[in-house]
C-alpha cells in the first residue's frame, strides 16, 4: 500500500491508491456487522435467561454486607 501525505491547511490528510481504500472500508463494514451480531447475541441470552434478576438487598444479604 502506497500512501502519501498532503497537508492543507494546518490539518494533515492521507491519500492511498482507491482499491486500498475500498478494502479498508470492506474490513471496517465486516468488523460493524460482526459487532452488530455479537450485541444481538448478548441480547437474546440476556432475554433466554432463565434466573430471574436479584434486588440489591438480597445481593447485600448474600455477601453478607447486610
Request: proline share 3%; net charge positive.
Amino acid at each position: 500500500m502506497t500512501v502519501s501525505t498532503v497537508r492543507i491547511g494546518k490539518r494533515e490528510y492521507v491519500l492511498l491508491p482507491r482499491k486500498d481504500f475500498d478494502r479498508l472500508q470492506r474490513q471496517a463494514e465486516q468488523i460493524r456487522e460482526e459487532e452488530a451480531e455479537d450485541v444481538a447475541e448478548s441480547v437474546r441470552r440476556l432475554h433466554d435467561a432463565k434466573e430471574k434478576p436479584i434486588s440489591w438487598e438480597q445481593v447485600k444479604r448474600r455477601a453478607g454486607l447486610a
